[in-house]
């Protein structure tokens, strides 16, 4: 079963704008990562954010967490027409405990037109 | 450096047949992860080595599926009688020490079952 829940599940902005995605889970959690994913195939780690952190910053890349409400939510900022692509977030350490296994939510698709 | 290969990048199979997948992780990763996509979903956990021995094999479906990694370094995937319903996307990741390290992900082995 999967954990994570990105909102929305597909997004479709113009070449510049800022997008966001969003992202829930359930239990409680050691750490929550973001990755890419284009085509299907093999997924980029982007960031990660540890359960004591609030807020991160990668490049164009803005990743927020608030463990009280169990979510997250990562802003890029400028899109260009090379960000299109499927966005997980993924969660390490479901029930409190750490195990690597990672859990993935369905991803939301992003489409920057140029 | 390299990043995790893996191979075959796909592979078709008729139903009942046997396949091995195999992934080669990042030099000197001592933790290796395989999950598998299937279409429109995010990856889910399958099995995790800490060297030589699996640390956690519960995202397994059923016995047919067994992975093994002799050395600590190459792993193989394996499914017996293979089902329609196992074909997917089967990725593999590594990480350095141990699962609180970032995981990088390969580019997946497609298995698509006839």
């Known amino acids: 079963s999967q954990q994570g829940e990105e909102d929305p599940q597909a997004l479709s902005i113009q070449e510049g704008e800022n997008a966001t995605m969003n992202c829930s889970y359930k239990?409680?959690?050691?750490?929550l990562q973001w990755y890419r994913q284009n085509s299907g195939r093999g997924l980029v780690h982007l960031i990660l954010?540890?359960?004591?952190?609030r807020e991160k910053h990668s490049g164009r890349l803005r990743v927020t967490l608030d463990t009280s409400k169990k979510s997250s939510s990562l802003l890029i900022t400028a899109s260009r027409a090379a960000d299109t692509a499927s966005y997980f977030c993924?969660?390490?350490?479901?029930?409190?405990?750490?195990?690597?296994?990672?859990?993935f939510g369905q991803g939301t698709i992003l489409t920057v037109h140029p | 450096g390299a990043g995790v290969s893996q191979t075959p990048s796909n592979k078709v199979t008729e139903k009942g047949k046997y396949v091995e997948l195999r992934c080669d992780p990042i030099?000197?990763?001592?933790?290796l992860y395989w999950y598998r996509q299937s279409l429109g979903q995010g990856p889910e956990f399958l099995i995790y080595?800490?060297?030589?021995?699996?640390?956690?094999d519960s995202g397994l479906p059923n016995d047919r599926f067994f992975a093994v990694r002799p050395e600590g370094s190459v792993s193989t995937l394996k499914i017996q009688r293979t089902e329609r319903g196992d074909s997917a996307v089967y990725l593999c990741?590594?990480?350095?020490?141990?699962?609180?390290?970032?995981?990088?992900f390969g580019p997946g082995t497609r298995l698509t079952v006839l």
């Open positions: 239990t409680s959690i050691n750490n």
């Open positions: 080595f800490q060297g030589t021995g699996a640390a956690d």
């Open positions: 993924a969660t390490d350490g479901a029930g409190g405990t750490s195990y690597g296994k990672l859990t």
């Open positions: 030099s000197g990763h001592t933790a």
């Open positions: 990741a590594s990480s350095l020490h141990n699962q609180l390290d970032t995981q990088y």
């Open positions: 954010i540890r359960s004591n952190e």
